[in-house]
């Protein structure tokens, strides 16, 4: 297993990735970045949802310009996305962009790669290479074919650094994302024995809210469960919002971080007597917004529920058409199951204020 220790440290504005460092969310914005207004305010909104790190495509000089007015309206690294022209990436390092995706075996030359490696370092921003699946070079994946393919993709982040490296440039992070989760893990792994480049990992066009959840939670969590990767981004067709959420809770799920109220419940079977299902729901809309490391529990029954959720800083569980509450597995109260909901984010109120977390309660949502 490979730590993230082991990866070289690179500034991102003012966050800091590899080296052990967090492993951060990253997103990307779906709005035309020459629209100020409207770029501005999906990063904000983006910033609420828990986004660290936003990138934003640059197809154009316009966008490119329009950086330095997004920069100054938003309080997290902003990230250019910029494919084959060089002079957008010189642009947008010159308007105070934070990092530049770009891969330089794709724009045209040294000279060129020359003079966005002399801005880049002017102006001490890392370039990530992001060498992708979909796009790889013909003439490697003809040397390893079909089966090869993270290989080739190994070899493609080779040539792209190898450009950097003779420039005598290092504030390099990389990203060998695809649609194929299997190959993708080889892929990283295969990267981290041969380099210490910080790594951005992704499941790419992963899907829709559902699926694509589940094939980033599979892919993005195998790579950082080996203990490689430096920041995420969840590839899924929807809201980018959903994106940061699922990215937070593949974190959580392997213990690396924690935002917001942590929801176990259980699957309910036979012994459930309550609409547990509709509770669980509903205390996970309630929620959704505070930013407390709790832990809820949401069991079907009194059998196996409080000794199953003995850990939950505060748990309910459902008899016949009622439903005990229960603190750190010790049983508070019962309720008639329509004060349930009710009595139980009462107690979810208290935890909040015994644990210091006082100020999250104005963000309860009562719909
Ligand atoms: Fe069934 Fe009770 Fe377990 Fe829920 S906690 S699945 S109701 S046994």
């Known amino acids: 297993m490979f730590?993230?220790?082991?990866?070289?440290?690179?500034?991102?504005?003012?966050?800091?990735?590899?080296?052990?460092?967090?492993?951060?969310?990253?997103?990307?914005?779906?709005?035309?970045?020459?629209?100020?207004?409207?770029?501005?305010?999906?990063?904000?909104?983006?910033?609420e949802a828990g986004c660290e790190i936003i990138r934003?495509?640059?197809?154009?000089?316009?966008?490119?310009?329009?950086?330095?007015?997004?920069?100054?309206?938003?309080?997290?690294?902003?990230?250019?996305?910029?494919?084959?022209?060089?002079?957008?990436?010189?642009?947008?390092?010159k308007q105070g962009v934070d990092k530049v995706r770009i891969n330089?075996?794709?724009?045209?030359?040294?000279?060129?790669?020359?003079?966005?490696?002399?801005?880049?370092?002017?102006?001490?921003?890392?370039?990530r290479i992001g060498v992708n699946m979909g796009s790889l070079e013909k003439d490697l994946?003809?040397?390893y074919g079909a089966l090869g393919v993270p290989r080739v993709m190994i070899e493609s982040a080779t040539r792209h650094i190898k450009i950097l490296e003779g420039l005598k440039f290092y504030n390099i992070v990389v990203s060998l994302?695809?649609?194929?989760?299997?190959?993708?893990?080889?892929?990283?792994m295969l990267f981290a024995k041969r380099f210490d480049y910080p790594l951005?990992?992704?499941?790419?066009?992963?899907?829709?809210?559902?699926?694509?959840?589940?094939?980033?939670?599979?892919?993005?969590g195998s790579i950082l469960a080996e203990g490689i990767g430096d920041t995420i981004r969840v590839s899924i067709a929807d809201d980018p919002k959903e994106q940061v959420k699922v990215g937070w809770e593949i974190l959580r799920a392997l213990g690396l971080r924690q935002k917001g109220v942590d929801?176990?419940?259980?699957?309910?079977?036979?012994?459930?007597?309550?609409?547990?299902?509709?509770?669980?729901?509903?205390?996970?809309?309630?929620?959704?917004?505070?930013?407390?490391?709790?832990?809820?529990?949401?069991?079907g029954c009194v059998v196996n529920g409080p000794g199953e959720a003995s850990f939950a800083d505060i748990g309910v569980c459902g008899g016949r058409n009622q439903g005990a509450i229960f603190k750190k597995g010790k049983l508070l109260k019962t309720y008639q199951e329509k004060e349930l909901l009710q009595a139980f984010i009462a107690e979810i109120?208290?935890?909040?204020?015994?644990?210091?977390?006082k100020k999250e309660i104005s963000k309860l949502a009562f719909h």
């Open 349 to 357: 109120k208290t935890v909040l204020i015994e644990k210091g977390y």
């Open 141 to 143: 994946y003809a040397k």
């Open 104 to 127: 330089p075996g794709n724009i045209g030359g040294t000279d060129r790669v020359k003079e966005v490696v002399r801005v880049c370092k002017e102006k001490n921003i890392p370039i």
């Open 200 to 220: 951005h990992v992704g499941i790419t066009e992963a899907g829709t809210l559902w699926a694509g959840s589940i094939k980033s939670a599979v892919g993005i």
């Open 3 to 47: 730590t993230r220790d082991k990866t070289r440290a690179v500034k991102i504005g003012k966050v800091t990735i590899g080296a052990g460092n967090l492993v951060r969310v990253q997103s990307m914005t779906q709005t035309r970045t020459n629209d100020v207004q409207a770029t501005v305010k999906q990063i904000l909104d983006l910033e």
């Open 56 to 93: 934003v495509t640059v197809p154009d000089m316009e966008s490119a310009k329009a950086i330095k007015a997004i920069k100054k309206q938003i309080n997290i690294p902003l990230v250019a996305d910029i494919h084959f022209q060089y002079l957008l990436a010189i642009e947008a390092a």
């Open 263 to 299: 929801i176990i419940a259980c699957p309910t079977c036979g012994r459930t007597q309550i609409n547990l299902i509709d509770l669980a729901r509903k205390v996970e809309s309630i929620v959704s917004k505070v930013d407390a490391p709790i832990k809820v529990a949401v069991m």
């Open 177 to 188: 994302k695809g649609d194929n989760a299997v190959f993708a893990r080889e892929a990283y």
